[in-house]
């Protein structure tokens, strides 16, 4: 049975035991619900604030009544057949991780549950904070600092180690995608930027959004994560699996350490030229394998340092090892972590099971949470 006809099932067998009551509201052009804080939802949902929108619908942040009037993320699903069918397939991998962390203790967003209301799918999320992107943003785009990047990376390690062991895959890991449960900040006057910065008091995350996680046994899309987290098997269409994830951390971690965005572009040549600019030539094995031979001429990337574009690379990215901010042992150590996450050849690529055994999070221990 297809996604369309188990939305079916699954929308008839709601109908059953999860009556949708009350006025019905609105839809707007685009198929987003239309509602107003106050509203309610299943007489339960008390809809008191907007916290995001997204191409999926919003999330918003509802008083539920039948929790003791705890609040709870609402993600409300647009009105619009692909989204809703991305939305089932997202309970499905949701369902998973809450029978496999039943104490929900694996860093990944747990979900209370989900309704259908008039053709909304809607899920109900525990309550989380800002997420690590919007933070740096709120904060100037300050780099979060070595003792937070070093906790931050063993649970987003811990959280992914989880889902493969679970026979799944991510495949959109990126800061906007990782949340803090809560940011509580001490707030001081940074003298050498002339501004005031905010430290957060407490650094425990979550990992969310499984709308495009991917269970081994499934059909894997061509093209997978967003741009800037992209790993380079998934670009040249080598097949994908699980070390794309540790990719996507590798890049999510050296953005959290430098306070910007490594790979800045939306074209895959442009993209390639910088990765060999940071981490050396692609593999002749993954040349000779991939059908994007287009992007290559002799067996190298085809790229014309001497053009806009590759002044551009030039400019914009350089070596790894140079972008360390600081000769000590720890930053070292991160960056022997960052080289082995962000290896060409997946085959060879640090899995993320044996990163979390890295030196660099020996002194976990010393790091105030």
Known sequence: MGVRGVYSVCKGFLSCFCLTSGKKLDDDDEGHLLYQNGDLLQERYEIVDTLGEGTFGKVVQCIDHHREGSCVALKIVKNVEKYKEAALLEIKVLKKIKEKDPHNKESCVWMYGWFDYFDHV???FE?????TFDFMKQNNYSPYTLGQVRHMAYQICSAVQFLHANRLTHTDL??????????DVITYFNSKKQCEERVLKNTALKVVDFGSATFDHEHHSTVISTRHYRAPEVILELGWSQPCDVWSIGCVLLEYYLGYTLFQTHNNREHLAMMERIQGPIPSKMIRKTRKQKYFSAGHLNWDASSPSGRYVTHSCKPLRQYILSKSADDNQLF??????????PQQRLSVSSSLHHPFFSSLNDISR
Do not use: A, G, R, V
């Open 127 to 131: 309550l989380l904070s800002l997420s």
């Open 174 to 183: 990126k800061p906007e995608n990782i949340l803090f449960i809560n940011c």
């Open 336 to 345: 022997d972590l960052l080289e082995t996450m962000l290896e060409f050849d």
């Open 122 to 124: 809607c899920i109900s």
